[in-house]
């Protein structure tokens, strides 16, 4: 098993179609120990024990900067350590640059881009503790093309925020042993939109991937567990796309 004993948190890890909670379900198939962090509408306690009594569910704002660091010394004193961070908590908007309001963009930059930093801030001392990791970060197409696809300025703004986010700490972190990555995922299959974009919608972006399809979540999952595994050991600061073909270069 790729993660055997090792104590992974997984942020917007509790929505039944999500990649979070993919990503929580490959990882305990590997013999992670998962902690899922989600808002309590999402009911994290509930996602983590489907996988089983030694995983944990935590109820979490990653905007809420007090919220992030104590609730990752929760996590450490319960599980002993951690040792991979995957940061996917996330929030769209399809709204046009002249209707966003001052509160809608702090909402999508506060969750994206900030609840990524804090919860990176939170975690890193105790990857560093057990003399090293991993973190990975979900971001999305969006911010390697403008959006154009659902999400507008704001939101590819913050997931292109992602991607140097991920290459700074990627630099400032390698020789403590912590390897940092991100991963740009294309248009997925699943609720995340809250049924903005339609059948529709997707029908035509599939239509447009080389692969002839849209992703899963448990595409995303596979990418995760290689950046977060042994398998990607010389592998820091990249951007893994994982798109169908939808966006190459």
Do not use: W
Request: charged fraction near 20%; charge should be negative.
């Amino acid at each position: 098993m790729l993660l055997h004993d090792r104590i992974a948190v997984i942020t917007g890890g509790a929505s039944e179609q999500g990649i979070g909670r993919a990503t929580a379900r490959l990882f305990a198939e590997h013999g992670a120990k998962v902690a899922i962090l989600d808002l309590e509408e999402q009911d994290p306690e509930a996602a983590a024990a489907e996988l089983g009594p030694e995983h944990g569910g935590y109820v979490c704002d990653v905007s809420d900067h007090t919220a992030c660091f104590d609730t990752v010394e929760r996590i450490a004193g319960h599980f002993g350590g951690i040792d991979i961070l995957i940061g996917n908590a996330g929030i769209v908007f399809g709204t046009s640059l002249l209707d966003i309001t001052p509160e809608e963009y702090d909402l999508v930059l506060d969750v994206n881009l900030r609840g990524n930093f804090q919860m990176a801030q939170a975690v890193v001392p105790h990857l560093e503790a057990r003399g090293g990791g991993a973190v990975v970060l979900v971001s999305s197409i969006a911010g390697q093309v403008g959006g154009g696809l659902f999400g507008r300025t704001h939101y590819a703004a913050a997931k292109s925020g992602i991607f140097g986010l991920a290459k700074a700490l990627a630099r400032e972190l390698a020789p403590k042993g912590i390897r940092v990555n991100a991963v740009a995922p294309g248009v997925i299959d699943n609720d995340f939109s809250k049924g903005r974009m339609t059948r529709g919608d997707k029908d035509r972006v599939a239509a447009n991937v080389p692969l002839g399809r849209l992703g899963s979540p448990e595409d995303i999952a596979d990418a995760c567990l290689y950046l977060a595994s042994d398998l990607s050991s010389y592998v820091t600061g990249t951007v893994l796309s994982v798109n169908g073909g939808l966006h190459m270069y």
